[in-house]
């Protein structure tokens, strides 16, 4: 039985954005691990004058002396194992299927943390689908890095409910909290063979793309969804890309609606300005979509209450 507090697992990280961070942050406390270098995406051109910005990792890295390295090539693989041969290497929102020598290379293996109850939802945008489909649940799956995506053994599963006002980020932030929470006591177990990895059940496996979550699959069809995937697109969709709707020949992006009945009648997506109400007809009779939070183009996001008052200065 290896005593981590005495003896700290050489941990290498990979990641890149706020998520991430979240994840690294809480290795890098956890004097279990010692965080021997992380592995991020190279330095994107960001804004007009196209300025060569870090990932969120790599300036929590630097800002805490740990080392950085990026690997686009086979050949850098190699190095970075040889430079910081890691007995334990864990990776959380990294994007990128890693080969096989790599992540069998560490005696404790390679770690990923995924957001969803596998086999459900492989892919690149799990909270995302998970809203849409109107799941009541995800989770987080701390799980083996196979040379497949997502399909790696188990090693445990966190559920979560989804609440009726979540959004892409709200959920997201549960996720990152609560993973970040348990990842040192279930790595602990597991070092310690504590924890007997479980195959996935591929039969049961769905997929989710990022192109699903796209500027054009955010658009509001309002003759052929039902109101309450609208409703659900709307809060999948944040906090990027937002969905949106045509609206006099401006692109109308919406934040926050919800699903109402009225005694009215309107064509799918034909809005109604009545009773202070901003309400869009969907193809159920009667039931209308409200428009809480909306920015039309050219302009700042706005409440409902701003808008109305805008059309009547």
Not at 159 to 179: A, M, Q, Y
Not at 226 to 255: H, N, Q, S, T
């Amino acid at each position: 039985m290896r005593n981590l507090k005495e003896q700290p697992v050489r941990t290498l990280f990979l990641g890149t954005d706020w998520e991430s961070v979240e994840t690294l942050k809480a290795l890098d406390i956890d004097k279990r691990f010692e965080i021997v270098g992380v592995i991020t995406a190279v330095d994107k051109e960001m804004g007009r004058k196209q300025v060569l910005t870090p990932s969120k990792v790599k300036e929590y890295a630097v800002k805490n002396n740990i080392e950085v390295y990026h690997t686009q090539k086979q050949k850098e693989r190699y190095e970075v194992l040889d430079i910081f041969k890691p007995e334990l290497i864990v990776c959380k929102a990294f994007g990128e299927i890693l080969p096989g020598f790599f992540i069998q290379y560490p005696k404790y293996k390679a770690i990923n943390i995924h957001f969803s109850i596998l086999p459900k939802y492989r892919g690149a945008v799990p909270i995302q689908k998970a809203i849409l489909e109107g799941e009541k649940e995800t989770g987080i799956s701390i799980m083996l890095m196979s040379d497949g995506m997502d399909e790696g053994d188990i090693l445990k599963i966190f559920k979560e409910p989804i609440l009726l006002d979540d959004t892409n980020l709200s959920l997201r932030k549960r996720l990152v909290k609560k993973s970040a929470e348990v990842l040192g006591d279930i790595l602990e177990d597991w070092v310690n063979g504590k924890i007997t990895p479980v195959v996935q059940d591929s039969s049961k496996a769905t997929y989710c793309w990022q192109k699903d979550i796209s500027k054009e699959n955010a658009q509001i069809l309002w003759d052929s969804m039902e109101p309450k995937y609208i409703e659900r697109l709307v809060r999948a969709m944040l906090p990027w890309p937002v969905a949106w709707c045509m609206l006099d020949g401006k692109r109308v992006k919406l934040f926050d609606v919800e699903i109402v009945d009225r005694d009215i009648f309107k064509k799918p997506g034909e809005i109604s300005y009545d009773n202070s109400e901003i309400l869009f007809g969907t193809k159920d009779d009667g039931v209308f979509v409200k428009v809480n939070e909306l920015q039309i183009e050219g302009k700042n996001k706005m409440s409902y209450t701003q808008f109305l008052n805008g059309m009547k200065s």
